[in-house]
């Protein structure tokens, strides 16, 4: 069921690819994060245009506000600059990002309070791609969007946050459960969860 959600999650077309002036190339996580951490700042940029469209839509799924998800991204890449050379291994650098952006949710949960969600129209407005799309393509995409979020919104913080990790970031088990600083049962029980009421609501509770 994990489709529903691409509109808003999608990961992009490559992961992995690097857009520069003279085209796309294809470049190891691990090599940017290598020159990064020897003062490539370009490195540091295609890292941060890389994985920000992901690290936003995980922020999101914790948030459930758009300014907070990007403003607690923003601060995570600023924070894996500064704290770049305390990285040893550099293929960790993915779910180092993550733990990053997920501290900084759980400290704005512990400051703020749970905020209310953003509205229906907000989210619409701000993720639904509008290029080249013809009003039929538009309205299609936008009750597709419109399910999506219904469903999203019947999970908690947890479920969430498992189906975004193990579904759409495609991550492990044990990679997720590290992220979401859980056992792997725990884990295990929120994405069971989770794809409960995904199929329930997909289904309209029919089996």
């Known amino acids: 069921m994990g489709?529903?959600?691409?509109?808003?999650f999608a990961r992009g077309?490559?992961?992995?690819?690097?857009?520069?002036?003279?085209?796309?190339?294809?470049?190891p996580v691990s090599r940017l994060v290598g020159r990064a951490q020897e003062g490539d700042a370009e490195a540091f940029d295609d890292l941060v245009r890389l994985l920000s469209r992901r690290l936003h839509g995980y922020a999101y799924s914790l948030l459930g506000r758009q300014g907070d998800a990007e403003e607690a991204v923003q601060e995570a890449w600023v924070?894996?600059?500064t704290r770049l050379d305390s990285l040893r291994d550099r293929s960790g650098f993915i779910a180092w990002m993550f733990r990053m952006v997920r501290n900084l949710c759980m400290d704005a949960h512990r400051v703020r309070g749970r905020r209310?969600?953003?509205?229906?129209e907000t989210v619409l407005d701000t993720a639904l791609p509008t290029e080249a799309r013809t009003p039929e393509e538009l309205s299609v995409l936008r009750s597709e969007?419109?399910?999506?979020?219904?469903?999203?919104?019947?999970l908690s913080m947890g479920e969430r946050e498992a189906f975004t990790l193990v579904v759409l970031e495609e991550l492990s088990y044990?990679?997720?459960?590290?992220?979401?600083?859980v056992?792997?049962?725990?884990?295990?029980?929120?994405?069971?969860?989770?794809?409960?009421?995904?199929?329930?609501s997909a289904t309209g509770g029919q089996p």
Request: proline content about 2%; overall charge positive.
């Open 174 to 181: 044990e990679e997720a459960a590290g992220i979401a600083n």
């Open 79 to 81: 924070r894996a600059w």
């Open 183 to 200: 056992s792997v049962s725990t884990l295990r029980g929120r994405l069971a969860r989770a794809r409960v009421k995904i199929k329930n």
């Open 116 to 120: 209310s969600e953003d509205s229906l």
């Open 13 to 27: 077309p490559c992961n992995g690819c690097v857009h520069t002036r003279t085209g796309v190339r294809v470049v």
């Open 145 to 154: 969007a419109e399910d999506a979020l219904d469903v999203l919104r019947r």
């Open 3 to 8: 489709h529903i959600y691409s509109w808003a």
